[in-house]
């Protein structure tokens, strides 16, 4: 099998975690007094100085235009986005410990790759999560930066969102305020939301990479095993059976594998148990926010900056619940597999304890592993059409009700 270096399995989320941690959406793992004082900083500064402000601002604007239907679903796009995004970090914070025992499990002992072959697989997860990631940050980038000099293509400057303040905005250095905070701040949060949707695909991506590892393993549990003697066990054993030390050594490695499942299923328990209710909410949010976008898309005129950056924000968000979707759907299919896995890894003339400990796995292993939002939908393809339809069916509504 050649020298297997170790790898950092963690990789997979570094970037989403990095982005995390440095605008305080996640709590730190250790409460050191440098820690929690850039912590305290960075939560004034971005949580409440941004964010919260931010969200403040666009819930004011839509209360006091609450007689106009129009206004209301051209300034609810973004409301939507941000007020789900309070819940993401509520989970993130409740859940502080039990999301950091999570990142650190991916690099736990039985989620190592046995082979050359295994590594590279992970190593692709690990390359593919973190394109997504860097992907997701400048198509956030390229949106902010189309509303940010939007204003500029207009006979009179406004501000780039529609937003509520304190003050009057039509002189400066009001106006310089207010705009500064407009555009930094959907920045700032826009990059913190992906960065926490971008965990969320990365943990779901990780599950996929360990379920296709071990279904390797299983698949050639014989080979893996001889590899594991160094050349050892090649021989027959007495009429031709296997010898002892190889089935002692596929044995091993047989409770390895069943090991190595638990460790998945608990993976995937706990990532439902911190976020479901947080996927579960961007779905049925996701429902409205596809839909207003639409809707605000048929109001302005299509190739202008405006249109543009709202087709990249709708590229997005629809983006972001369909890897969510397609890397659940993979869990299921890579779960199913385990047992045509098991059923290839050359049994045959092995003894019948083993075969006996092979069919309880291919037993247990036929139960299906489903990543739910809530308690209600699963993460397959199949709830991404149904978001779709769904989006697609209220904007039907709203045209027909503003002819």
């Not at 293509?153 to 009001?174: A, G, I, Q, R, V």
């Not at 385990?338 to 050359?346: E, N, P, S």
């Not at 304890?353 to 036929?366: D, G, I, P």
Request: net charge neutral; hydrophobic share 45%.
């Amino acid at each position: 099998m050649g020298e297997i270096r170790d790898i950092n399995f963690k990789e997979i989320v570094s970037v989403q975690v990095f982005l995390l941690e440095g605008f305080s959406y996640m709590l730190p793992q250790y409460y050191t007094i440098p820690k929690v004082a850039y912590f305290c900083a960075a939560f004034l500064i971005y949580i409440v100085g941004f964010f919260y402000s931010q969200l403040a601002c666009e819930f004011f604007k839509i209360y006091f235009n609450a007689e106009n239907v129009t206004d209301v679903l051209s300034d609810s796009f973004l409301f939507l986005t941000h007020l789900v995004q309070t819940t993401k970090l509520g989970y993130m914070y409740y859940y502080r410990k039990r999301l950091w025992d999570l990142i650190e499990s991916l690099n736990q002992p039985a989620f190592r790759p046995v082979s050359l072959a295994q590594r590279d697989t992970l190593g692709r997860y690990i390359g593919m999560a973190k394109f997504i990631s860097y992907k997701f940050q400048i198509l956030c980038l390229l949106t902010c930066m189309f509303w940010t000099f939007y204003p500029f293509t207009l006979e009179e400057l406004m501000l780039p969102l529609d937003s509520w303040y304190p003050f009057n905005t039509t002189y400066n250095p009001n106006f310089g305020i207010a705009y500064f905070h407009t555009s930094v701040g959907s920045w700032l949060n826009g990059t913190s939301n992906i960065a926490a949707d971008t965990l969320f695909a990365g943990l779901i991506m990780a599950a996929c990479a360990q379920l296709e590892i071990l279904r390797d393993t299983l698949t050639n549990l014989r080979d893996y095993a001889k590899a594991r003697l160094g050349g050892l066990g090649e021989n027959s054993g007495k009429s031709g059976g296997i010898p002892a030390i190889l089935m002692d050594e596929m044995s091993a490695l047989l409770v390895d594998c069943v090991n190595h499942h638990r460790c998945i299923l608990n993976f995937v328990r706990e990532f439902q148990l911190i976020f479901s209710y947080a996927i579960l909410a961007q779905f049925v949010v996701s429902v409205i926010i596809i839909c207003t976008t639409m809707y605000n898309l048929t109001l302005i005129p299509f190739g202008s900056m405006q249109s543009i950056s709202l087709i990249i924000y709708q590229y997005c968000i629809l983006l972001e619940i369909f890897l969510w979707c397609y890397f659940g759907n993979e869990v299921m299919i890579q779960s199913n597999l385990l047992c045509d896995a098991a059923y290839k890894c050359d049994w045959t003339d092995c003894s019948p304890t083993f075969k006996k400990h092979l069919l309880y796995f291919m037993t247990r292993s036929q139960m299906e592993m489903n990543i739910y939002a809530g308690s209600f939908f699963t993460l397959s393809l199949t709830t991404f059409v149904k978001i779709v339809k769904s989006s697609w069916s209220y904007f039907a509504v709203l045209i027909s009700m503003n002819k």
